[in-house]
């Protein structure tokens, strides 16, 4: 589950890490009194206004700007909230501005220039170990970092029965070049920051940059953060961090429902029990000359209700040419799953794209009777191969 920026500075502030503070509003009209709480606050002059969305690269599409009056203030929030915004990691509709974060400014003069570092935290699976990820090139896309330089992505792995080591955390600040004060101040950040991520039960957090302030202070200037869904019941607050704006209308309907649904930009829609037999059907789906609308797993229970679901998640894609569903009997009997699919196409009623229905397992015949002899247009299949063929006819 995906945060927005100032949900997860919070989360990094309460253990312990400094980070840029902030006002968020999501009214234009509260702009000029959050700029004059922030100045009191923080006794900044002149602020950062940031659009809130799940994206990153939103300075490059124009949702991050300075202000340095109150009548600057005022226009660019006017200018940032409600517009669409689309970076390099929208899609090209982009996504609504709802909320703004008015920031203090950090890069405030002093004797030393400010640097800007990179870091993030996540698991390592071929490791089986968390992992810090850090660069002093900061501020900058990490992937064309990567790229161009990689000699200068540095990683630290951690087993996770010993935690973060003290000489763990000293090695990352001596290799960002730090000493003195900032490099005390680094060791204390990358404690906290990893305790935030291993206390949270993570997947992810990435601070880009991190800045080492004229006067050494170590910050979190922006920071993004990926919550892991299958951790929530542990973390009964998070909930009410959920932004169901900024995800796909169909995919919260779909969780609403207990179904596992991606959606993607294929023409064959797919309803399967099973991530890996999903990941198959779709790879068919692919090699018949179509491509897969959408992942979704509808689990070992299906019935008539999750069917239905399924069906009626599938069909809000204009795009959807021909719905390929793929079950195999192991948990579920067929010919139940066939009664449901029976039930869902009635109850839904006229469905104008063909139906092909592939059923496997315990009860694999009766199931394919009870689909042949409903008077349904629905086709079914037992072998794979026959319902691909039937798939790529359809589409023909």
Same mark, same amino acid.
């Given at each position: 589950?995906?945060?927005?920026?100032?949900?997860?500075?919070?989360?990094?502030?309460?253990?312990?890490?400094? #980070?840029?503070?902030?006002?968020?509003?999501?009214?234009?009209?509260?702009?000029?009194?959050?700029?004059?709480?922030?100045?009191?606050?923080?006794?900044?002059?002149?602020?950062?206004? %940031?659009?809130?969305?799940?994206?990153?690269?939103?300075?490059?599409?124009?949702?991050?700007?300075?202000?340095?009056?109150? &009548?600057?203030?005022?226009?660019?929030? $006017?200018?940032?909230? !409600?517009?669409?915004?689309?970076?390099?990691?929208? +899609?090209?509709?982009?996504?609504?501005?709802?909320?703004?974060?008015?920031?203090?400014?950090?890069?405030?003069?002093?004797?030393?220039?400010?640097?800007?570092?990179?870091?993030?935290?996540?698991?390592?699976?071929?490791?089986?170990?968390?992992?810090? *990820?850090?660069?002093?090139?900061?501020? =900058? $896309?990490?992937?064309?970092? @990567?790229?161009?330089?990689?000699?200068?992505?540095?990683?630290?792995? *951690?087993?996770? @029965?010993?935690?973060?080591?003290?000489?763990?955390?000293? %090695?990352?600040?001596?290799?960002?070049?730090?000493?003195?004060?900032?490099?005390?101040? =680094?060791?204390?950040?990358?404690?906290?920051?990893? +305790?935030?991520?291993?206390?949270?039960? +993570?997947?992810?957090? /990435? #601070?880009?940059?991190?800045?080492?302030?004229?006067? $050494?202070?170590?910050?979190?200037?922006? +920071?993004?953060?990926?919550?892991?869904?299958?951790?929530?019941?542990?973390?009964? $607050?998070?909930?009410?961090?959920?932004?169901?704006? /900024?995800?796909?209308?169909?995919?919260?309907? @779909?969780?609403?429902?207990?179904?596992?649904?991606?959606?993607?930009?294929?023409?064959? !829609?797919?309803?399967?029990?099973?991530?890996?037999?999903?990941?198959?059907?779709?790879?068919?789906?692919?090699?018949?000359?179509? /491509?897969?609308?959408?992942?979704?797993?509808?689990?070992?229970?299906?019935?008539?209700?999750?069917? &239905?679901?399924?069906?009626?998640?599938?069909?809000?894609?204009?795009?959807?040419?021909?719905?390929? *569903?793929?079950?195999?009997?192991?948990?579920?009997?067929?010919?139940?799953?066939?009664?449901?699919?029976?039930?869902?196409?009635?109850?839904?009623?006229?469905?104008?794209?063909?139906? #092909?229905?592939?059923?496997?397992?315990?009860?694999?015949?009766?199931?394919? %009777?009870?689909?042949?002899?409903?008077?349904? %247009?629905?086709?079914?299949?037992?072998?794979?191969?026959?319902?691909?063929?039937?798939?790529?006819?359809?589409?023909?």
């Amino acid at each position: 589950m995906n945060i927005h920026e100032y949900q997860a500075k919070e989360i990094l502030k309460s253990y312990g890490v400094a #980070i840029q503070e902030g006002i968020v509003i999501d009214k234009k009209e509260d702009a000029l009194a959050a700029g004059a709480k922030l100045r009191e606050q923080t006794g900044t002059d002149w602020m950062v206004v %940031k659009a809130q969305i799940h994206a990153g690269g939103r300075g490059k599409g124009g949702g991050v700007k300075l202000a340095k009056n109150d &009548e600057e203030l005022q226009q660019v929030v $006017d200018d940032i909230l !409600g517009m669409t915004l689309v970076t390099p990691q929208t +899609s090209a509709a982009g996504k609504l501005v709802s909320k703004v974060l008015l920031c203090q400014d950090v890069y405030y003069p002093g004797a030393n220039e400010p640097d800007e570092y990179y870091m993030s935290v996540l698991l390592d699976r071929a490791t089986g170990q968390n992992c810090i *990820i850090y660069t002093t090139e900061g501020g =900058m $896309d990490i992937e064309q970092v @990567a790229h161009d330089t990689p000699e200068k992505i540095h990683k630290e792995f *951690i087993d996770p @029965a010993l935690g973060l080591q003290g000489f763990q955390a000293r %090695k990352i600040a001596f290799n960002l070049g730090l000493s003195g004060v900032a490099l005390k101040g =680094m060791v204390k950040f990358v404690h906290a920051l990893y +305790s935030a991520y291993v206390d949270t039960d +993570s997947a992810m957090f /990435e #601070i880009n940059p991190v800045l080492k302030t004229s006067d $050494d202070k170590i910050i979190a200037v922006d +920071s993004k953060v990926t919550l892991d869904d299958n951790a929530l019941y542990r973390h009964k $607050d998070f909930a009410a961090l959920r932004d169901e704006s /900024e995800e796909d209308p169909t995919e919260v309907e @779909a969780k609403k429902h207990d179904l596992n649904f991606i959606k993607l930009d294929g023409n064959v !829609g797919c309803m399967v029990n099973g991530a890996g037999l999903a990941m198959a059907t779709m790879d068919i789906i692919k090699l018949s000359g179509g /491509e897969p609308a959408n992942f979704l797993d509808v689990g070992g229970g299906a019935n008539a209700t999750t069917v &239905e679901a399924g069906f009626r998640i599938i069909l809000k894609d204009p795009n959807v040419k021909a719905i390929l *569903i793929n079950i195999f009997g192991g948990i579920v009997r067929c010919d139940r799953v066939a009664n449901g699919v029976v039930e869902a196409y009635k109850s839904i009623g006229e469905i104008n794209v063909p139906i #092909i229905v592939r059923l496997q397992g315990t009860n694999a015949e009766e199931a394919k %009777k009870i689909i042949d002899e409903s008077g349904l %247009k629905v086709s079914s299949a037992i072998v794979l191969q026959e319902a691909a063929d039937k798939v790529k006819a359809v589409l023909a």
